[in-house]
């Protein structure tokens, strides 16, 4: 059974940065497509970032593009999600989660889309 564990949120100013971590178990990396997600109450949970370990092909939402950078560490089954120039808006809990792809496919980068999912960590942008 896959477990994902988040951590690295917490309260940051506007324009400062925060780096989540998504730590694996139970699965291995390569195999996988692992997203961030993030979802604030009496919204649907938004698509922020995934990344393909297949073929490495990353997804950003385009509110995200130029500020977020996800990546990984094979050597210790961890996603991370580079939160740089951040704002208010981008308040929310952020959740990973993750689908096993097959070679040449592309799981697309929604929550309809993935099997296992961690508990969350909370991201808070305020001065």
């Known amino acids: 059974q896959a477990q994902l564990v988040e951590s690295g949120g917490g309260l940051v100013q506007p324009g400062g940065s925060l780096r989540l971590s998504c730590t694996a178990s139970g699965l291995t990396l390569d195999y996988w497509t692992i997203g961030w997600f993030r979802q604030v109450p009496g919204k649907e949970r938004e698509g922020v970032s995934c990344l393909n370990n297949r073929d490495g092909s990353t997804y950003y939402t385009d509110s995200v593009k130029g500020r977020f950078t996800i990546s990984r560490d094979n050597a210790k089954n961890t996603v991370y999600l580079q939160m740089n120039s951040l704002k208010p808006e981008d308040t929310s809990a952020y959740y990973c989660?993750?689908?096993?792809?097959?070679?040449?496919?592309?799981?697309?980068?929604?929550?309809?889309?993935?099997?296992?999912w961690g508990k969350g960590t909370l991201v808070t942008v305020s001065s």
């Open positions: 989660a993750a689908v096993h792809v097959f070679p040449g496919v592309q799981a697309p980068c929604v929550h309809s889309a993935m099997d296992y």
